[in-house]
């Protein structure tokens, strides 16, 4: 009979060369070799530490055990190296200070059961430092501020940190899709814990991939623009094949039940890390042209260039200007101007566009102040380019604004036209577009506002009081 003592020897070492086996030491029933998803999960964190890899992007379904393995990755790197300084995000305060504890409580275990392997058995000697136990901050005996626990509502004052893990920092449909929510997540990001991460830290994104706008989507797209893409690991709850990604967590009929009641979106989102805009998107697919339309000789087949301009309410709001062209009852887009600049920008800016384009007819919204800019990029065409070509029509936009965009989105899709590169030509107003939810919250609708503005002076919609 091999003796205990050897047995329990070699897991301890075993725990300190491989994270997944530290894993199961301390919680085998969890961590079984059969589970394949943990085994690679596990793997995924501990190669990324070792690596020059600087971000990755861990998306996971709910209750595969995120926040466990992540506050187990936390004690593990803390007994490989206690220089380390890891800083922690999560939803709120109260489950930052129960991440923070239960870290805290491992390290500090004392052994009552020899047969029991604690923390100190794999990583003697590393303790947490007297009289600064607090709960969200605290210290090893060999460091100084080793750990942070923190939270869009909570403080980073005064930590740098080599490590940043951020852990679900959205927890309904409601925050998914409300614009300001997630806005408010990536200015906490940039402006709070990146400021904390000291050169050549590493940041770790663990969470359910709810929105492309998400903290993981903004993470996503904002390294691959700086040509350093984050390192990125999905895992389905239903294979390709249609079978569990682990059956004794998540049986098929379980999921069916817990599905069931929900929407396609939350479900796709919640355990397919399908982002939720993604299927609640009002505009579904956009039709585009690589050439305009023309005639035998090459010339171009419009009846009319016309604009339609929708003019900023509030210092918030974006001017958005399309000029269009008609053929043939479907609308070409020209050119667009969105912007939040102010009048002294937008109304030359808009002048300058009109007289370039040949517009014929500009239809500019006068709910609020359109009338007086409609006057001035009129005067800006006579004076700046002595043009009179354009017929300013000005008007009183009465119906109700989200109505108007629902009901005109199925011809927008099918009748409007926009050049193929018209993400790169018109970035902010593409996304804008592309971003749009049926339901929800969204921050802006001047896009879609202006643009049913050429459906229903193209498509036959109601019928504008002009001023």
Known sequence: ????????????????????????????????????????????????????????????????????TIGCFVEWVLGKNQAEKIMTGSYNETLSTTFSKGVRNTISEVKADKNKIVYSDIFPGVEIKRGDGAMNMWSLTTGYNNYLATSPTGTATGFGASIMIIDDLIKSAMEANNANTLEQHWTW??????????????????????????????????????????????YKAVQDDGSMLCPEILSKESYEEKTQLMGLDIASANYQQQPIDIKGRLYTSFKTYSELPKDANGNLVFSKIQNYT????????????????????????????????????????????????????????????????????????????????????PFHQSENKIARILSNSTWIMNHLYYPVNWKDRWPDYYEAMNRYQKEGKNAHDDAPDATTGIAEKVGGGPVFSFD
Not at 22 to 47: G, I, S
């Open 310 to 393: 929708d003019t900023a309410d509030t210092g918030d709001d974006y001017l958005c200007s399309i000029n269009y062209g008609v053929y043939n009852g479907e609308a070409y887009v020209l050119d667009v101007l969105y912007t939040k600049e102010g009048m002294e920008i937008t109304e030359p800016a808009t002048a300058k566009m009109l007289y370039d384009g040949k517009v014929n007819v500009a239809d500019i919204e006068s709910n609020n102040g359109g009338r007086g800019f409609s006057r001035n990029v009129e005067r800006e065409l006579r004076e700046r380019y002595q043009s009179t070509r354009c017929i300013m029509r």
């Open 189 to 234: 990001f940039t402006d709070t814990m990146l400021s904390r991460l000291e050169e050549g830290g590493k940041i770790i994104i663990v969470m359910t991939r709810w929105h492309s706008l998400d903290l993981a989507g903004r993470i996503i797209d904002h390294y691959k623009s700086k040509g350093q893409p984050a390192k990125t690991v999905i």
């Open 1 to 68: 009979m091999i003796d205990p003592v050897i047995v329990q020897g070699a897991k301890c070492e075993l725990a300190r060369r491989e994270f997944f086996y530290y894993c199961q030491v301390k919680a085998p029933d969890f961590y079984k070799e059969d589970r394949a998803f943990l085994v690679d999960f596990c793997e995924q964190l501990q190669d990324f530490y070792f690596s020059d890899d600087k971000v990755l992007v861990v998306n996971l379904p709910p209750r595969h055990g995120k926040s466990r």
